[in-house]
Every structure is written in structure tokens, then in C-alpha cells.
């Protein structure tokens, strides 16, 4: 039901298509929208495709201007990392979550909150003080969080990442490659970053079961996954095959538009109680 469900919102949601792109007014424009509360978090729903409940969810941030308007990370993200102004909205951000999401993760300790960093976030240990800022003492647990971190950007410097890392999780808080399979990182990463969890990238999900290759890359992840005592989740679903393929792969945790793409707030909120009432 879920599945069908996802497409529905996918349909109702896709209408909203807005081009930004950086120009002379980019930094005015970035300033004012900042102050003005304009980066707000959608939620998309990570599944358990062997139970069929709620894992979590990945918070992926959009900009809602004031016309009504959805602008989505493609065409402001290069600019928030360069312009510096990423550490800001990702602190707003993660505010508005805990505000949004308290009740129901309150409620359900056993969801999940992955939020996106960038590599810049692991220069630097403002973030580690960021995270206690915003979760420390509210409704939601350091245990309920997953911080990703990109294999796309290479990492400035790896010993400090991994100090950074590992006070994360000191705190309680777990840490994901995304990505993986795509990028700068590979094994190197994941042996010396001290990573909890691999995102399998989307690009090998689409060609599961079409190409060999890409069902050997799943199924040599999954095993390593396990080896390294490191849960994995698959990005990018939308066929029932690719479900399919993935149970019988031994991965249990999916997202992707097949089941619902991101979400305002209110509508999270609303599919996770519908699913929990079944
Ligand atoms: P990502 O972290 O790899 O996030 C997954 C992207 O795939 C999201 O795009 C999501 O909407 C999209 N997606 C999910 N399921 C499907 C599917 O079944 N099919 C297809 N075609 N796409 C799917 P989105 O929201 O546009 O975000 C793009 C990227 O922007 C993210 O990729 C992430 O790298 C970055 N990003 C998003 N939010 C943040 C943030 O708060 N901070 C930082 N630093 N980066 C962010
Ligand atoms: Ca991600
Ligand atoms: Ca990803
Ligand atoms: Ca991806």
C-alpha cells in the first residue's frame, strides 16, 4: 500500500519545479533567506522491507520561498558549501526537526533521524558542539540520529574526521557513508573513519537485476557490511523488482520513491502514524 501510496505523493509533489541559480544577488539573496527561516527539512521515509515499518527517516533540505515556491538542493547546495552558509542552514535546519519531529520520535524510540553533512562539517569540531546544541536535552535521542557523510567530497583531513567521528559517537550519536560506490572515499573510508552504516548509492540499484555487475557490486557490499559489523541501507528504490532483489540480497532497510519521496513534516508525521496503526 505504501508503494502505490508513494507514487500518488510523487505525482502530487512533482509539480512544484522552480530554477534558482547563483548570480551577482546570490548573497543578499542567501542572507535574507537564512534570516527569514527559508530552508526548512522534508522528510523521506526509510522502510524495513522484511517487517514492511517505519525505519526513519533521511531529512533532506529544501527552500521554500516566500511565493510558495520549492527549491530543491541541486541548484543551491554548490553555493550554501562554497558561500560558507551551509553551516548556518544545516544548524536551522536540524532546529526545525527537533521542533517538527519531538512527538514522534518521543513516541517511537526506535526511529530514526539521518541528517546530510558536507565534508567541510568534518574540519572543523564546531559541528560536534552544533549537535549537542540542538539534540542534547530535547525529546529527541543522540541514539536516534545518523549523520551522513558523502563519499562525493574528498575529506580535507582524514585524522580529524575521525576524531570528529568518534566524539560524535561518543555522544551516542551513529554515522553514515552515503553514497558509496560513487566517490573519492571508497575502502579507505570506511576502514578509517570508524563508519556505522553504508548507503548503497542509487546507481546500482537501478541496474539490480538487469546487469550482473551491479546485483555482484549489492551483494559484495552487503557482505562486507556485515563483515564490518556495519548496517546498510539501499537509496533510490522505485520497482517492486529492486525490492524483490534486495530482500533476497539480505538488505532490509530501503528508501526511495517507491515508497514516498520527501515529505513536509506534517505529512511524515501522518504516514508514520498510518503505518504504525496497521
Ligand atoms: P542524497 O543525500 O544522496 O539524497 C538522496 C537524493 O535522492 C534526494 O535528492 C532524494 O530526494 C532523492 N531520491 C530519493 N529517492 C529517490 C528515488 O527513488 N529516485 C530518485 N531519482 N531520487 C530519489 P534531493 O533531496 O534533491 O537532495 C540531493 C542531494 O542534496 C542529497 O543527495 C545531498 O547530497 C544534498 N543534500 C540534501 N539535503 C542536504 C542537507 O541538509 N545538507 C547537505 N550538506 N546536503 C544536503
Ligand atoms: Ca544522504
Ligand atoms: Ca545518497
Ligand atoms: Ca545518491
Redesign the pocket.
Known amino acids: 500500500a505504501i508503494a502505490s501510496a508513494g507514487f500518488a505523493l510523487l505525482f502530487v509533489m512533482g509539480g512544484v519545479w522552480i530554477s534558482w541559480r547563483p548570480d551577482n544577488e546570490a548573497e543578499d539573496e542567501f542572507v535574507q533567506a537564512i534570516r527569514n527561516g527559508e530552508?526548512i527539512?522534508?522528510y523521506?521515509p526509510v522502510m524495513d522491507i522484511e517487517t514492511g515499518k517505519l525505519r526513519g527517516c533521511?531529512?533532506?533540505?529544501?527552500w521554500q520561498r516566500p511565493d510558495g515556491s520549492v527549491i530543491?538542493?541541486?541548484q543551491f547546495?554548490t553555493f550554501?558549501?562554497t558561500s560558507g552558509h551551509?553551516f548556518e542552514?544545516?544548524r536551522q535546519?536540524m532546529r526545525k526537526t527537533r521542533a517538527e519531529m519531538a512527538d514522534l520520535y518521543h513516541e517511537n524510540p526506535e526511529l530514526k533521524l539521518s541528517?546530510?553533512?558536507?565534508a567541510g562539517?568534518f574540519e572543523d569540531r564546531q559541528i560536534v558542539e552544533d549537535i549537542v546544541q540542538v539534540y542534547g536535552d530535547s525529546r529527541i535521542a543522540y541514539q536516534q540520529i545518523v549523520l551522513?557523510v558523502?563519499e562525493?567530497q574528498p575529506l580535507g583531513n582524514m585524522d580529524l574526521a575521525r576524531k570528529i567521528i568518534a566524539e560524535l559517537q561518543a555522544l551516542g550519536v551513529r554515522v553514515a557513508l552515503?553514497?558509496v560506490g560513487t566517490g573519492h572515499g571508497g575502502l579507505a573510508y570506511l576502514q578509517r573513519l570508524g563508519i556505522d552504516i553504508i548507503?548503497i548509492?542509487?546507481m546500482f540499484?537501478d541496474y539490480l537485476g538487469t546487469d550482473d555487475n551491479s546485483t555482484t557490486i549489492v551483494d559484495t557490499l552487503v557482505e562486507l557490511a556485515d563483515n564490518l559489523g556495519m548496517g546498510i541501507i539501499a537509496?533510490?528504490?522505485?520497482t517492486m523488482e529492486q525490492i524483490e532483489r534486495l530482500r533476497a540480497l539480505g538488505v532490509s532497510a530501503a528508501?526511495?520513491?517507491?515508497?514516498a519521496?520527501?515529505l513536509p513534516a506534517k505529512l511524515f508525521i501522518d504516514l508514520a502514524k498510518a503505518l504504525a496503526a496497521k
Not at 541528517?115 to 558536507?118: P, Y
Not at 537509496?235 to 522505485?238: F, I, K, M, R
Open positions: 530552508f527539512p522534508y523521506q533521511e531529512v533532506l533540505m529544501r530543491s538542493p541541486g547546495m550554501a558549501e551551509i542552514m544545516t535546519v541528517v546530510n553533512l558536507f562539517h551522513e558523502t562525493r552515503d553514497d548507503k548509492d542509487k540499484i537509496e533510490g528504490v522505485e528508501q526511495g520513491y517507491i515508497f519521496p520527501p
